[in-house]
């Protein structure tokens, strides 16, 4: 399995902006695809965001479509996501995420195969 480490998070206003990212290692990282996933208090975990293996195609979803951009550098190993605009409901703790299947982005938790620890995000008013 691949190992992943956040970073990034912290304390905004609404209205800035934050990036988080996130280290892999233990594994050849082009072989997975990769997600972030958030997950607030007494929530479930929802998908954010997610890129495919060499980051030609991405996905996002509806509640950060416009506002938040995943990447990738496989140089570095690591997987970004830039959140512009950020609102107080976007307060949660991020993960980081590795596909199980090498061509299908996760979007379901059932299709995560490795977690990071998280970063939390808290945006306030």
């Known amino acids: 399995q691949v190992q992943l480490v956040e970073s990034g998070g912290g304390l905004v206003q609404a209205g800035d902006s934050l990036r988080l990212s996130c280290a892999a290692s233990g594994r050849t990282f082009s072989n997975y695809p990769m997600s972030w996933f958030r997950q607030a208090p007494g929530k479930e975990r929802e998908f954010v965001a997610g890129?495919?293996?060499?980051?030609?195609?991405?996905l996002y979803g509806n509640s950060v479509k416009g506002r938040f951009t995943i990447s990738r550098d496989n140089a570095k190993n690591t997987v970004y996501l830039q959140m512009n605009s950020l609102k107080p409901e976007d307060t949660a703790v991020y993960y980081c995420a590795a596909g199980k299947d090498t061509f299908v982005v996760p979007q379901t938790t059932q299709r995560v195969g490795s977690w990071g620890r998280g970063t939390q995000v808290t945006v306030s008013s």
């Open positions: 890129v495919s293996r060499h980051g030609v195609n991405t």
